[in-house]
């Protein structure tokens, strides 16, 4: 691929405007050739470039937002010339979605390239089309071949937005760089609960100036208000450039509705003084999220986040969602898992037990949105002192509470005879590698495995957390200093993200990570068991 001819033709802009034209084209949707259109205030716009995600062999949702009721159309074809390109007619764009709309393309051929070109149809004047904005993506092989991923999260989070003389989001740049088969992003997408202001004043006196937006100047309590917080983010050329050229896997975490939140939660701080129902909060993000994101709805339940998605013979990833389904923080010593206990909930736990079991791929990749041994504790002024967030619970003895969940989990992989489990997160804001070992541990009943933290993407940086050793974590890298400044701004440059590698011929999985200057970290050679 012409990676510089691509450039020139892609959305780049804050407008996300490119100029291929469609002079010639079939006839979209009414029957007539559009009209010769002058002015570009009278096209439809589409402020917010385009996306890809859950991109398998033969299927991708394409994504895109307009200012106005518009109906989405989708070229797409094997090459940047869009010559006998198939032409999708989409859904209309209303208000009522917040003008954004998405179509799943099917029929795509396994192991290709594809290029796809949106636009944007007047509904009130049907001859009137937007300009064409241009992304591209790979389909997953039938057979085996090489498959890189990146992996990060925690973006625009302690009011560190996007800062346009900085450079803006540098991370989404230095790993489009990479040029990646896909992304994911473990979550925090949005900090709901952290308006961004024009200026922020470090430790150390110098001041970062943010681009501000009126949606997103105050906590997040209304539909419009997530709305505006996940529009926020596209602002940033990097992320724009980024998302029309990698296809992303979204999960959600707590910062997408209100810090450390769990449901039935009713939140006791001032900042929330018009809603605080922490249900009602979610249900607003959740809408929000699916409307600003490619994410494909599952046909039996239009509101789920946890997924498999398959990656060719070498790869599955099984997306989680440690939110929906949790009991409320506590101390996290219950002796029975129940309802009360739970973290991903027995429905999403029988998935993905089912799903690891009935896999053929050679690595299963679980893409948790909190880590399983860092312990985070939840120091909202709003709940008991001695709260715990995540399945961690800082006891180190047998499994309680949560663990029980995971050691669960854990002991189904060792005993079904499931290999080449991986796991990568984010949540904590630094990178850290982990290899978990029974030999090391309090509960024993598990085969060793590896987790990987990366993040954040553009936020302030934490860290290093407490390490509860139930599970026998050995801390192989770690990507901060002890005793380091809290929430260390962004021009810090600790912001980092992993990528993973399986290659083509011997299926060895390299996980790496690397700061947001790109370097590397630390790397380690998995190989695959048999």
Known sequence: MNRRRFLGQSALAVG???TTSLVGRPVWAQGTAPAVVTSDKMRPAIPYGVQSGD???GRAIVWSRTDRPARLLVEWATSDSFRDAARVVGPAALAE?????RVDLTGLPAGQQIFYRVRFEDLASPKVLSEPVIGRFRTPAQSRRTVSFAFSGDEAGQGWGINTAWGGMKMYETMRSTNPDFFIHSGDQIYADGPIVAEVKGD???VWRNLTTEGKSQVAQSLDDYRAAFAYNLLDENKRKFAAEVPFLVQWDDHEVRNNWYPGQIIGIPAYNKVKSASLLAAYSRQAMFEYNPLRFA??????????????????????????????????????LNADSAFLGAEQLAWLKRSLL??????KLIASDMPIGIVVPDLNPDVPKGTYENWANLDNGPPAGRELEIANLLSFIKNNAIKNVVWVTADVHYAAAFRYAP??????????FWEFVAGPINAGTFGPGEMDLTFGPETKFLGIPQGMKQNRPPSDGLQFYG???????????????????GKRLYSVDLEPAA
């Open 16 to 18: 996300g405007l490119a």
């Open 358 to 363: 009935a896999s053929k791929a050679t690595w």
């Open 55 to 57: 991109v398998t062999s």
């Open 97 to 101: 979605s917040d003008f954004t709309a």
């Open 499 to 517: 990528i993973g590698r399986i290659d083509g011929d011997t299926e060895v999985l390299t996980m790496s990570l690397h700061d947001v200057a």
């Open 299 to 336: 046909p039996e339940d239009a509101e789920r986040v946890y997924r498999q998605v398959p990656y060719g013979p070498s790869l599955d990833v099984f997306m989680l969602d440690e939110r929906t389904y949790r009991g409320p923080n506590s101390p996290n010593k219950h002796q029975t």
């Open 204 to 206: 150390d006196g110098k």
């Open 439 to 448: 030999e090391k541990a309090a509960f024993t009943e598990f085969d060793p």
